[in-house]
């Protein structure tokens, strides 16, 4: 691994469970709460990170020192204040305009973040680059995950990059592309016999008993943190917070963690409102949309989405209070208009990606069928370029 950064963030003060409400002291061995711990069938204890905001504020508000860049531009709010010296560096990536698609949605502006010029191409490098520097800080080389193939890819790079050993699980149906990938990145590939939810069992089990540092970004609550980095830097390139925001939603862990994004960047006084937050899952695997309902998800079919086919999304109540704060909602599409969606981003705005990015699009058409978009300001977040 490279040198060691400083164990925790300077502003990091305590955990807060989502499950529980309980606080607990702040700790780089922090998981899941200590009161409530995996919970029951539905929800774990999933603990967020809680700073002091008046010392971050102060920090920002004498700005940046020039070095850092990425990530860890943003440390006043990270739980670990630096990488390790020639580490691989994400985030800092591109705020792209789509006035072609913003016009045919009746929007005043449309932009993609794109997360594909991230050093794997996706915006997981983001939790990923935490997940190495606290490894680093602890003393440990060897880290796990569990992942339909981009959050693997991203561990497997960046333990390439510094030396350590990435342990991965994927499901069984996983891209004969992505395990080539792994492999070149010199990860130990276990190939579940089941889906995404059962890989993640799986890792879970055998990282933990093995002494492993986890990039479980579902589990581990430092990883969300590398993520809300999305949300600083949105607002920082438009200058102002955008009406809408939308992802693909998995987990639940990207587009909380964007929410919980720009309700940081209000604590602080540098954004006066919370854009509203959009999800979008695959109308064949839909757990969330269904949940947010108050209903039971009917969907048992599958998806072309590979990154968003959880059926057991383990950052549900993380994601569930991001919209609640910002008044926004979930949206279910078939695998028929994320290919037009597809189609749609690489003819009319020059951006070609994972099909699972392109949901987003989908999900923002299907929105404005049933509500009006004029005079509003999108960002659809681009989560990776690689092939589902």
Known sequence: MSTSPPLLGRNLAEMRCLRCGALHPASASAYLCPTCGRGDAADAGILDAQYDYEAAR????????????GVFRWDALLPVAAQGAGALEAGGTPLVAAPVLAKRLGLRELWLKDETANPTRCLKDRATSVAVAMAAARGMDQLFCASAGNAAISLAGFCANGGARAHVWV??????????????FGATVHVSAGDYDAA??????????????SRNCAFNPFLVEGKKTVAFEIAEQLGRVPDLVVAPVGDGCTLGAIGKGFRELREIGRADDLPRLLG????????????????????DGGTRAASIAVR???????LLHELRASGGTL????????????????????????????TALAGLARLAQSESLEGKTAVLVITGGRED
């Open 58 to 69: 102060a920090e920002m508000e004498r700005g940046f020192d020039g070095v850092r860049r």
């Open 171 to 184: 499901p069984a149906r996983v891209s004969d592309e992505r395990l080539a990938w792994l492999r070149r």
């Open 200 to 213: 993640f069992d799986e890792a879970e089990d055998e990282g933990h008993r093995r002494g492993w540092y």
């Open 280 to 299: 979008v899952q695959a109308e064949g695997v839909q757990p969330l949309v269904a949940r947010l309902n108050g209903s039971v998800s009917n969907a």
């Open 312 to 318: 057991r999304p383990r950052n549900a109540l993380r």
């Open 331 to 358: 949206v279910a599409v078939p695998d028929a208009e994320t290919e037009a969606a597809s189609a749609a981003l690489a003819r009319d705005a020059g951006v070609t990606c994972e099909f699972t990015s392109a």
